[in-house]
Nanobody, 124 residues
Framework: QVQLVESGGGLVQAGGSLRLACVASGRMFSSVAVGWFRQGPGKEREFVASINWSGSSTYYSGPVKGRFTISRDDAKNTVYLQMNSLKPEDTAVYYC?????????????????WGQGTPVTVSS
């Protein structure tokens, strides 16, 4: 089991940037894939980005591709989500999730461990 804690959310103006961090504990971090998801007001949780166990593969949803970057620092047991050119429609609670193994998922069901989320609000 992996325990996850997100941080870095907040209020930002449209066009601005934020960097979210997801710190993991409880399991060898270098053997897990990590994903970021978000859930906006009245919406279902949706995939944002994921990174495989080694950092060699990443996957992004269409709405964030080219604006967001996922990366990992295994020495710090941390995965980051750098969010640039933020838009009001990026407003949501952002969750990180982890799953042991070598697969790179993009569905909620692909990840078994979840953090509590960090809110991001983008004002117009």
């Amino acid at each position: 089991q992996v325990q996850l804690v997100e941080s870095g959310g907040g209020l930002v103006q449209a066009g601005g940037s934020l960097r979210l961090a997801c710190v993991a504990s409880g399991r060898m971090f270098s053997s897990v894939a990590v994903g970021w998801f978000r859930q906006g007001p009245g919406k279902e949780r949706e995939f944002v980005a994921s990174i495989n166990w080694s950092g060699s593969s990443t996957y992004y949803s269409g709405p964030v591709k080219g604006r967001f970057t996922i990366s990992r620092d295994d020495a710090k047991n941390t995965v980051y989500l750098q969010m640039n050119s933020l838009k009001p429609e990026d407003t949501a609670v952002y969750y990180c999730a982890a799953e042991p193994g070598y697969a790179l998922g993009n569905r909620v069901a692909d990840f078994g461990s979840w953090g509590q989320g960090t809110p991001v609000t983008v004002s117009s």
